[in-house]
């Protein structure tokens, strides 16, 4: 009887290391995150639509039903990467993501030059090139340094009435997620 | 020799089994670490940050979400009314009260997953600051129910489990020392279809 004790007291510590050791681990290897899902989706440097509008079920979860929202996979490691949509919508925010999904910087509309999203993502070594002789084109854009490698990058946009609908879905195809060559 | 063996066994069985089943357990429940609670309504500010607990970290690998940075916005989730009992697609309830400030803001009825409650209507189960109708305190009276009603109607449909989700864009209670004097608007229940 005490040997059965013994046993079961083990087993729940047992329990509490697996417990910690899995849930380290989850991140680590899910299969379902969002990188994983757009990597379905398509390609790296392809402005995916995420919400259900575009046709198929919704590519990642929990979007507003009045946004509508696009996501392009980068790697800064082959360079840095230039993220520009043209055109007036009421509303439109935009984050940038790590591999496992974590938001590391965000910024909307009221933060950009006249409202237009013109935006660089760029690791801090980059960062210190460009700022040697910045380029002409890039003189109005948003640099955003993120010290990662592969990320995710995200513009979502209000959509206040149907009216919207058209002039918004627009403006996320129009939206291009290109590498920028230095 | 074979009780050693089983011993053994059971032990290792407890540990994995046990292990595993409490992680999908405490990912599967909506309550967590880190939450918000004003009135009733929760937000989780740290979800999708670096900073987030190991919890949400593992919740957002496994649900694949992309959270909303803090310069876009925070969500709040409601999942009872103001009399504590769990919100239904079948009931009809009253969400009245200020809302904090913000460029504007969101409501929508979810289903289980968080996904809009689909309504079999051109009309959406969701509203924006924009087009509703305001008091002349600047308060917010929406109808939530399957009948068409005056003023603010929310349309839902069906039945079973209901969330109610409120996102404030560009605001400043998204910053953490925002929330601390942060009302929000109550839900109460007006009636069910039973």
């Keep these: 009887m005490r040997k059965l004790l013994h046993t079961v007291l083990l087993g729940l510590l047992g329990a509490g290391i697996v417990h910690i050791v899995v849930l380290m681990l989850v991140p680590e290897f899910s299969e379902r995150d969002a990188w994983s899902r757009l990597a379905m989706a398509s390609d790296l440097y392809k402005m995916t639509r995420l919400d259900a509008e575009a046709g198929g079920a919704p590519v990642v979860k929990s979007v507003d039903p009045l946004f509508y929202a696009a996501a392009c996979r980068f790697d800064l490691a082959e360079g840095m990467v230039r993220i520009k949509a043209p055109g007036n919508v009421p509303f439109w925010s935009v984050s940038v993501y790590d591999r496992s999904g974590h938001n590391l910087y965000s910024f909307n509309d009221h933060s950009a030059t006249g409202g237009v999203l013109d935006t660089v993502v760029l690791t801090p070594a980059q960062m210190i090139d460009v700022r040697r002789e910045l380029p002409e084109e890039l003189q109005g854009a948003i640099f955003v340094e993120a010290p990662i490698e592969e990320g995710i990058f995200v513009i979502r946009s209000f959509v206040p009435d149907d009216s919207w609908k058209p002039v918004v879905s627009q403006f996320l195809e129009q939206s291009s997620c290109e590498l920028q060559d230095y | ?194």
């Design chain 2, 1 to 194: 020799m074979l009780k050693n063996a089983f011993l053994t066994l059971l032990s290792l069985a407890i540990a994995i089994g046990g292990g595993g089943g409490s992680v999908w357990y405490a990912l599967k429940a909506q309550d967590g670490v880190g939450a918000i609670r004003i009135g009733q309504w929760t937000a989780f500010p740290e979800i999708g940050t670096q900073a987030a607990d190991p919890y949400s970290k593992a919740r957002v690998a496994r649900e694949g979400v992309l959270a909303l940075g803090r310069a876009e916005g925070l969500s709040f989730i409601a999942e009872r009314d103001a009399g504590g009992d769990q919100l239904r697609r079948e009931c009809a309830y009253m969400i009245e009260g200020r809302f904090p400030t913000a460029r504007f803001w969101t409501l929508y009825a979810a289903d289980q997953s968080l996904g809009v409650v689909d309504t079999d209507r051109p009309r959406l189960a969701a509203l924006q600051s924009y087009q509703v109708l305001r008091q002349p305190d600047n308060s917010v009276i929406i109808t939530v129910g399957n009948r068409p009603a005056p003023g603010n109607w929310l349309l839902t449909e069906g039945f079973g489990r209901m969330y109610f989700v409120l996102t404030f864009y560009d605001t400043p209670i998204a910053s953490s020392t925002g929330l601390s004097d942060v009302t929000l608007p109550r839900i109460v229940k007006a009636g069910c279809n039973a």
